[in-house]
């Protein structure tokens, strides 16, 4: 569930602004202001407000609204002066799990709320509805923001309430992107997963399935085959490219991933465009027919084509067309004093790579709301500095002949080596202008892992030639960690 969108760099002249005015919880004062004398002056009592106004306003209820919610409870300033507004009807919670363990039949022990509420994707504490209400956090499930009024700095949600904000942070997200429904989209059978009801809904029909199809061979459809797997159904995954995973896969590693779910009885349709999805008698989904006129049978379809920045009601704070989303700059503020942006949903400058992104990933849900909240209530003021970072977990339910694991650090650009044979382990190294620029490692050690974004970070000189004779991926890794100038204990 992740995925990358770049614009033009700065250089080429994408201006990023900074606003002239600054609210009350806006960051303007000198550094040497302690943050706590800052939060001292201006933090304002939730009693001192009429019955609509909050201080601070997160819209959103996915993991950046749980991580950004984390971030004011450590500098104490939630209680009573912060509120969530969401269409989610639970807490925030980890959504890599949805594709990841939660479409699990229940004796290989799937992911089940509250074990993957946020955060404990990164170690924290489980921010349970209980936590939440501990903290004096305000939480408004079901009931997503339909309208906002800049000038008077108020939301309006779809029941009807009325919300003046001082600070309003932006985390919405991304939602599907959907088969339209004159092609069958809407049928019943037909499943999109984004949300907890989404993958409810998957689970009803996986239940009774015989032949399911996944559209897209992307983060989305390769989980959802995989698990699909475990409940022994028969599995095709159809795609218009030539490989899975285009975005980031080479060819030859691609190859190996799909052998990998061949051996597990997974079917490939490639270079394949879906023409409309076919009904039978009863209005479900009976199949997918192709562009060619051929139709592979279905009574369950899951539709992984990529997602779309929830900007909603929001398109006024300030849009960025290239890449879709949000515009920010390095502190997550838009154009728009007191309103700011995080998560998918925001456009912010890549430091590394001198260029506009939007990041479709957890990593960069949990940073960017913390970076957002510290520079929010306290004189920090660094620029955000990511590393693009990817991952993916398939086949990990119980009883699984082979479970799989891969993380990706950096940029997919220039020339590739490809070290290992997939036995377990194989890494891919992207070089270009003879510098390493990322670095791709399947089941490797904790140890092994941890050295993948050192490289990607110091982006060394590296001997391709040299990297190309090693022997096994522990050696490769051996040659890239000296080119760091380190001694290597990998």
């Given at each position: ?18 606003p ?19 939060r ?33 409870v ?55 509805p ?8 305000e ?17 309006r949600?779809?029941s ?18 959907r088969?339209p ?5 809407h049928l ?48 095709t ?17 691609a ?9 597990f ?33 279905a ?14 009601p ?6 960025n ?13 838009t ?18 790579y001198n ?18 909240v ?65 670095v791709?490692?399947?089941s ?13 970070r ?5 001997d ?9 991926v ?13 001694k290597?204990?990998?």
């Open positions: 569930m992740a995925s990358i969108s770049n614009a033009l760099s700065l250089k080429h002249g994408l201006s990023l602004w900074c002239q005015s600054t609210p009350v919880n806006r960051i303007s004062q000198p550094s040497s202001v302690s943050s706590t004398s800052f001292r002056r201006f933090s304002v009592s939730a009693s001192s407000f009429a019955n609509e106004n909050r201080e601070f306003v997160i819209v959103g209820g996915g993991n950046a609204a749980g991580y950004a919610a984390r971030t004011f450590e500098h104490g300033m939630a209680d009573g002066k912060l509120c969530i507004v969401s269409k989610e009807a639970y807490a925030p919670y980890e959504r890599p799990a949805l594709t990841k363990g939660y479409l699990f039949p229940l004796d290989k022990k799937p992911a089940r709320l509250p074990g993957f509420h946020t955060c404990v994707g990164s170690g924290g504490e489980r921010q349970t209980e936590w939440y209400k501990e903290k004096g956090i939480m408004l499930h079901e009931d997503p923001v339909a309208d906002i009024d800049i000038e008077k700095q108020t939301l949600t779809n009807g309430k009325l919300l003046k904000y001082g600070s309003l942070i932006i985390a919405t997200g991304c939602t599907a992107s088969f429904d004159k092609i069958g989209g019943p059978g037909v499943h999109y997963v984004r949300d907890v009801a989404d993958a409810n809904s998957l689970i009803s029909s996986l239940e009774k399935a015989k032949k399911v199809v996944v559209v897209g061979g992307g983060y989305i459809g390769m989980e959802v085959a995989a698990a699909a797997v475990a409940w022994n159904v028969d599995t995954i159809i795609f218009p490219e030539d490989h899975l995973m285009t975005r980031l896969f080479t060819p030859s590693l190859q190996k991933y799909e052998q990998l779910y061949q051996d009885g997974v079917k490939f349709v490639k270079g394949a465009s879906i023409k409309n999805l076919e009904a039978g008698s009863d209005g479900r989904v009976v199949g997918v027919k192709l562009e060619d006129g051929s139709i592979i049978e009574d369950t379809v899951v539709v992984g084509i990529g997602a779309k920045p929830a900007v909603g929001f398109e006024n704070v300030g849009l067309k290239t890449v879709g989303g949000i515009q920010v700059d390095g502190l997550f503020r154009r728009i004093p007191g309103i700011f942006a995080i998560g998918d949903v925001a456009a912010f400058p890549l430091k590394i260029r506009i992104t939007r990041v479709e990933h957890v990593d960069h849900a949990r940073r960017s709301a913390h970076h957002c510290n520079s929010l209530l306290t004189a920090h003021t660094d620029t955000y500095d990511y590393l693009p970072y990817f991952y993916s977990r398939v086949f990990e339910y119980e009883g699984s002949p082979r479970k799989v694991w891969w993380q990706f650090f950096g940029d997919n650009v220039g020339e590739t080596v490809e070290i290992g044979n997939f036995d377990p382990k194989v890494a891919t190294f992207w070089i270009d202008s003879g510098k390493l620029k990322g791709l490692l399947e490797g050690s904790p140890e092994e892992f941890q050295l993948l974004p050192k490289l990607a110091s982006q060394p000189s590296i391709k030639a040299k990297l190309q004779k090693a022997s096994s522990e050696e490769a890794l051996e040659i890239a960690q000296a080119s760091l100038g380190v290597a204990t990998v």
